[in-house]
């Protein structure tokens, strides 16, 4: 009688205990980065991991972003970033030439067109600025529309040299565009956030393909 007594005292409280998880809302399953196409729509699902518990998920993904507590509404909401570098010299962002050719590609074809080499890091604004060179580019079942300059690496002024000047067409929100494979794209973006996440606005950076 006493151990089925126990028994029950012991279910009742794995019964409340699965309760509460369940009716928490950090008790879902949590999802994977890859899910999200950028770092704003990650914040703002808050069902990945947090892997250094500062708030910001999915800081690898490329921006629109958005910091902790807050979501992206149609405008980049900028992410105060502490402890960033903003070297003077141009920062190589070195890519595998094999992994993503199309991207390579795209770069060299925009290049000949006369859009710069050497871009500048600038976050606030990436994707009104993707959104309004898209609107009347159609989309293509397993392509994705690749920009270059990235949304992310246009829109300011790179000083003395031949580039980008933010509010001035055709070099503040236009873009080249080239479909490129919807996957080699994703990666691409991914890899390209994590690589500058360190680095302030203003820092001027330029794709290497090895």
């Known amino acids: 009688m006493r151990m089925s007594r126990a028994l029950l005292v012991v279910l ?8 509460n998880a369940e009716a928490r809302p950090d008790a879902r399953m949590a999802a994977t980065c890859s899910q999200y196409s950028n770092q704003a729509d990650a914040q703002r699902a808050a069902d990945t ?5 500062d708030g910001v ?8 972003c958005a910091g902790p507590g807050k979501t992206h509404t149609g405008h980049t909401t900028p ?28 770069m060299l074809d925009a290049e000949r067109k ?4 050497t871009l500048v890091l600038n976050r606030p604004g990436a994707g009104s600025r993707r959104d309004r060179l898209l ?18 690496g246009r829109g300011r ?39 500058l996440r360190h680095f302030c606005n203003g820092t001027r950076f330029r794709y290497v393909f090895a």
């Not at 009742?12 to 309760?19: D, K, R, S």
């Not at 999915?58 to 921006?63: A, G, H, K, Q």
């Open 12 to 19: 009742a409280a794995c019964a409340v205990l699965a309760g």
């Open 49 to 53: 991991r947090d892997a250094d518990g």
């Open 57 to 64: 998920y999915c800081e690898s993904l490329p921006c629109p």
């Open 79 to 106: 992410v105060r970033r502490t402890g960033c570098s903003l070297p003077h010299a141009v920062q190589s962002i070195r890519f595998s030439g094999s992994r993503y050719p199309n991207i390579r590609q795209h």
């Open 114 to 117: 006369g859009w710069p080499a």
């Open 135 to 152: 609107a009347d580019i159609p989309t293509r079942g397993g392509y994705d529309r690749d920009e270059y300059p990235p949304a992310v």
């Open 157 to 195: 002024p790179n000083g003395d040299l031949r580039s980008l000047v933010r509010g001035i067409d055709p070099r503040g929100w236009l873009a080249d565009v080239e479909y490129v494979p919807s996957a080699e794209n994703r990666s691409h973006g991914s890899s390209m956030g994590g690589k």
